[in-house]
């Protein structure tokens, strides 16, 4: 399973995606208002966690990997 999750592009591209698809259902059957508003902030909402999430797990692995070159030096 994890493989597949990971061949799909990762657990958070998958959340996003499924994200996407709701606000864009819940938008479809007229649920949300219909200027648009609250779809194109959650649309943002969405990219921004995505994009805070990658930056911060990339952050995280240059540090750790940082600490472990130093550990075998």
């Known amino acids: 399973m ?3 999750i990971e ?3 990762g657990r958070r591209f998958l959340l ?3 994200a996407g698809v ?3 259902a819940l938008q479809w059957f007229g649920k949300l208002d219909p200027s648009g508003t609250t ?6 909402a969405c990219v921004g966690a995505y994009i805070t999430g990658n930056t911060t797990q990339k ?3 240059a540090t750790a990997d940082a600490q472990a ?3 075998g030096a």
């Open 2 to 4: 994890r493989n597949l």
């Open 7 to 9: 061949q799909s592009g």
């Open 16 to 18: 996003s995606v499924m």
């Open 22 to 24: 709701s606000a864009t």
């Open 39 to 44: 779809y194109g902030l959650l649309m943002a």
């Open 59 to 61: 952050v995280k692995q």
């Open 69 to 71: 070159s130093e550990a």
